[in-house]
């Protein structure tokens, strides 16, 4: 069968899955190094919607651990360990680790990040090797799967990574989701070489020989999405489609939380947009089973991964910042093994 995309692209979207699944960000612009221009969307929100950003603002609240980036984590007759709650781009969007999370690696003995970057490799190498992860191969194609409107509409936004409809209608639906996830401009950075956060506090301990280990395999990051059915995955991609046009502004706003680490209000807000699509039921529905496999499921994984090096002490978790609240969440799941954890100032 003969596959629709150039070589070039699929390097480009290789290297977009290893940066996506390891860390929640996205192919690339021909050459662009725009910056982004996105702006936040919590003003319009709060003129337009008012009663429906205070109720998301009340039900983050309601969550435990909601806020706070930095955490100490102490137990009986160890040194100290931190947990770090990353934002999954590069510095020059506008985040960078605070100071004293920076302080804390320079001391640790061992850093633990979702996914090490032999695991990212192998990852890029499989996918190299296995077109079949991200290629449909039955000869369906994402016309079967999408209306009219969806094709142009997504073709517009491929457009932006170098790409469109034509490339990419035989590729799995769940990849070209992750593709079209993160702005260009905001990967065109990713892709000139700026590491995202994670990354970048990798190569702060590399330098330092500090040991680094992934707490999971790239076959467990691939899961989830490999692991949906073809209509949950087709579902995924229609409401990153439209959501397309509006991409830079939820960046901005979600970097607009994170500086102000109110964590959970992430997810909310990305509750409150949804539902404008599919209606509050639906949104609540998908964030629900969403937050079960890609959040809780990969915590439990984490914190097993973790505490042989936590147990020892000096150990720095970084982990993307939407694990740490909520009942099990990654604060809440230490303190369950009997772990004290203090949620620590950032400088």
């Known amino acids: ?144 799967l999408l209306p009219d409107s969806a094709r142009r509409a997504l073709d517009a936004a491929l457009r932006g990574y170098g790409a469109d409809y034509e490339s990419m ?27 995202v956060m994670d990354d970048a506090l990798t190569a702060r301990a590399e330098a330092a020989g500090t040991p680094v280990q992934g707490m999971e395999s790239w076959r467990q990051s691939l899961s989830f999405f490999t692991g949906m059915t073809r209509q949950e995955a087709a579902d995924g991609l229609l409401a990153a489609i439209a959501f397309a046009d509006r991409a830079e502004d939820l960046r901005a706003t979600m970097v607009e939380l994170y500086r102000a680490e109110r964590i959970y209000m992430f997810w909310e807000l990305s509750r409150l947009v949804t539902a404008e699509l599919v209606g509050a039921a639906e949104s609540d529905q998908m964030h629900e089973e969403m937050w079960e496999k890609v959040v809780v499921d990969r915590n439990l994984d984490f914190r097993d991964a973790a505490l042989p090096a936590l147990r020892r002490g000096g150990a720095f978790i970084a982990v993307g910042a939407l694990h740490l609240p909520g009942r099990r969440g990654m604060v809440e799941l230490l303190r369950a093994e009997g772990m004290t954890v203090t949620r620590a100032p950032l400088n």
């Open 1 to 144: 069968m003969r596959i629709f995309f150039e070589k070039t692209s699929l390097r480009r979207s290789i290297r977009a899955a290893a940066l996506g699944l390891g860390a929640l960000a996205l192919l690339a612009p021909g050459g662009a190094q725009a910056e982004c221009a996105g702006v936040s969307m919590l003003p319009q929100l709060a003129q337009e919607r008012p009663a429906d950003l205070a109720a998301a603002r009340a039900a983050a609240a309601r969550i435990p651990n909601s806020e706070g980036l930095f955490w100490r984590i102490e137990a009986p007759g160890r040194a100290p360990s931190w947990l770090l709650g990353t934002f999954h781009a590069p510095a020059s969007e506008g985040v960078t680790p605070p100071g004293a999370a920076l302080a804390a690696l320079d001391r640790a003995e061992r850093l633990l990040v979702e996914i090490s970057a032999e695991e990212q490799a192998a990852m890029q190498a499989a996918i190299a090797s296995d077109p079949t992860l991200i290629v449909d191969m039955s000869g369906g194609t994402l016309d079967d």
């Open 169 to 195: 209608r035989r590729l799995k639906p769940w990849f070209v989701q992750l593709m079209i996830a993160v702005p260009p401009c905001a990967l065109a950075a990713m892709q000139a070489g700026e590491p």
